[in-house]
């Protein structure tokens, strides 16, 4: 890692939407392309909608912490959160519960500390709401990085169903 400090993360606004999704689109690029990928950017437009009319709630159960490129143009870097709700247990009475996604890092922005630095933010708003544990997928690149942050792999596999 460099020794060049990043740039401080600082909350996004919903004018930073575009950039959060341009950035998203930047991290689901570098991901391994499964057989019959769907190329389809249709997804874009609302999903910067979607982010303006959240970021724009303060008290939301989403958010996003940026790091602003050291050019002056757009974002270099982010991390997006929210807060899901499910039926309290042991260990979580409340069942709250943080999920961290899009951490994302422009490829000539990388290794200079940013995505730790939106991720502590982020992790210090859940912190703030009271969120006692917060899942996320990591990649292996990624691994190492939410490691040093506390993270550990869980027994649990993840199943998905597309309705």
């Given at each position: 890692m460099?020794t060049?400090?990043?740039n401080?993360?600082r909350?996004?606004?919903a004018?930073?939407a575009?950039?959060l999704?341009?950035?998203?689109t930047?991290m689901?690029?570098s991901?391994?392309?499964r057989?019959?990928?769907?190329?389809?950017t249709?997804?874009r437009p609302?999903?910067?909608?979607?982010?303006?009319?959240?970021?724009?709630?303060?008290?939301?159960d989403?958010?996003?912490?940026?790091?602003?490129s050291?050019?002056?143009?757009g974002?270099?870097?982010?991390?997006?959160?929210?807060?899901?709700?499910?039926?309290g247990?042991?260990?979580n009475?409340?069942?709250?519960?943080?999920?961290?996604f899009?951490?994302?890092?422009?490829?000539d922005?990388?290794?200079?500390?940013h995505?730790?630095?939106?991720?502590?933010?982020l992790?210090?708003?859940?912190?703030?709401?009271?969120?006692?544990?917060v899942?996320?997928?990591?990649?292996?690149?990624?691994?190492?990085?939410?490691a040093?942050?506390?993270?550990?792999?869980?027994?649990?596999?993840?199943?998905?169903?597309?309705?």
């Amino acid at each position: 890692m460099s020794t060049t400090r990043p740039n401080p993360a600082r909350r996004a606004t919903a004018e930073d939407a575009e950039e959060l999704v341009r950035l998203r689109t930047v991290m689901l690029d570098s991901l391994p392309k499964r057989p019959g990928a769907n190329p389809d950017t249709t997804w874009r437009p609302v999903a910067v909608e979607t982010l303006r009319g959240k970021l724009n709630d303060p008290d939301g159960d989403l958010t996003a912490f940026v790091v602003d490129s050291p050019a002056g143009t757009g974002l270099a870097a982010c991390a997006v959160g929210t807060i899901e709700y499910r039926l309290g247990g042991p260990g979580n009475p409340g069942g709250t519960t943080g999920y961290v996604f899009s951490v994302a890092t422009d490829p000539d922005q990388r290794r200079r500390g940013h995505a730790r630095a939106c991720t502590e933010a982020l992790l210090g708003w859940f912190r703030e709401r009271g969120v006692p544990q917060v899942d996320l997928r990591a990649s292996v690149e990624a691994e190492p990085l939410y490691a040093s942050l506390g993270f550990a792999r869980t027994p649990d596999p993840a199943m998905r169903l597309r309705l």
